[in-house]
């Protein structure tokens, strides 16, 4: 089955149920259950099925800013200092998780506070008060994050959100969720309430709820949640990058001690299918997230001590900085491939540039051996048991299961697939998804760009000394690694400054 007919038969059966007394209700199958008895809290993940991809042009942010206006705003009922003031009590809160094509409401609370909690948790979902004050703060909140935060002060997810960008330039993927400084603020009350009733409708909810909840919570959330507009749940088209047949280089100018970088390209296996898993363990042993026994990790970082670390991912790993598992909720139906080197000094990064596209290119010709594959997906086998450790956070796999549809359990088809599958399964899926010929790469590096891109298309070497004596294997490795060719040409590099990124 292919993703978009997986993706379409995931909305399906939206048609509204009707109570016995005649009020609309969220259909049975959209509700998604993780009941555990044994567990004092219930996890709420409202799902609904829009995301930065529904933006309308010029308006990028919007789905963003329109759920943070029912999260950390005003409701009808109360101010939003009022709501704060009543959830302090019961050690609560309700947040919202933006994403491409996922916009989910989370809230937790203990089961003897259920009473207190859920009439706040419902106002923010169907009563907003959508006041200009909240509007202008939610505003100046993701302008800040553009235009200080992304630009100056954060140089590792600048890099991934401009290569993301330029991946999927020209999609309704290219932009981040947060969006554009001119997007966001050209966004008004009017098309914040708009986008409101056009998205966030009866039939684009999924309810998920885990823990220790009472079966009557089910119904309540499914009479209350019917309360919303009714429209059918808009599906947008996947979107299709430009194909990519070459490197290509983008250098981000600002003024910084040290380089980051991050390189990528589309691929098409997603969560759930055998090849996914194939490449999970390839990537795992080539990058595994915050792991210091991963391949690119243990050259760059343990042998030469360029960085802090060097990962690489198959899916988008949301908030890398501050997670050491992934993501939920970020599901979308088209991925990259992407090795992230976290920032090295300014003198080595082409060094660093060529040592990692070196370890990947000997991965893509040579595969693993078999003593490689057993390690690693032994080491997945068990690793993934850590993935979920909360009831809030396995609620949050079974909405990913239901968006990739997915039969039964993603963390449990994982280990599965660590016993089934075979040296020759992670080959095949390597030859055939990796590339070698073509790479997006984006270098976010002091202000001598126009050098930097010389020294790329030039494939000048590039020597690197250190400040303490390093053994004979790695001074010759080195010798190697300077001189790796990049196949870059001059046409394919442009030179920004940190000023213009974001901007439109």
Known sequence: MS???????????????????????????????????????ISFRIWFQVGSQDDPKGKEGLADITASMLTDAATTTNSYERILERLFPLAAGYGVSSSVE????TGRIHRDNLEEYYPLLMDAILR??????????????????????????????????????????????????????????????????????????????VIGIGGGYPESLVDRLRKDLGELAAGRAVVTPPPTPAPLDNFRVTIVEKDV???AISMGFPITPLRGSKEWYALA????????????????????????????????????YARAGQLTKPPQNVSRRNQIFEIWIRPVPNEARHFALRAALREYTRLVQHGLTQEQFDRQRAFLKKYVLHYAPTSMERLGYALDD???GIKGSHLELFRTMMDTLTLQDVKDAIRKHLRLDAMQIAIITTKDGAALKQALVSNAPSPITY????????????????????????????????????ER
Not at 23 to 34: D, E, I, K, S
């Open 128 to 205: 907003p008060a959508f006041q200009q004050d909240d509007l202008n703060r939610i505003k100046s909140q993701a302008l800040n994050a553009l235009e200080n935060t992304l630009r100056y002060s954060n140089d590792e997810e600048l890099g991934k959100a401009v290569l993301y960008g330029d991946i999927f330039a020209g999609t309704a993927y290219a932009h981040l969720t947060t969006g554009t400084v001119q997007g966001v603020k050209s966004i008004t009350l009017d098309d914040v309430r708009k986008f409101y009733r056009t998205h966030f409708t009866q039939e684009s909810v």
């Open 402 to 404: 239901r968006f990739y």
């Open 467 to 502: 400040r303490t004596p390093k053994p004979a294997s790695v001074v010759e490795e080195d010798k190697e690694i300077s001189v790796f060719p990049l196949n870059v040409k001059a046409e394919q590099v442009k030179v920004v400054g940190v000023e213009a990124v974001f």
């Open 281 to 316: 363990i390839a990537n795992s042993w080539l990058g595994e997230h915050r792991n210091s026994s991963s391949h690119l990790y243990q050259v760059i970082r343990e042998e030469r001590g360029l960085n802090y670390g060097d990962y690489s991912y198959i899916e988008q």
């Open 257 to 259: 001690p040290a380089t």
């Open 3 to 41: 993703m978009r007919i997986r993706f379409t038969a995931a909305l399906a059966g939206c048609l509204l149920t009707v109570s016995t007394y005649g009020a609309p209700m969220v259909p049975a199958q959209n509700v998604v259950q993780l009941p555990v008895k044994n567990d004092p809290t």
């Open 102 to 105: 996922m916009t989910v409401m």
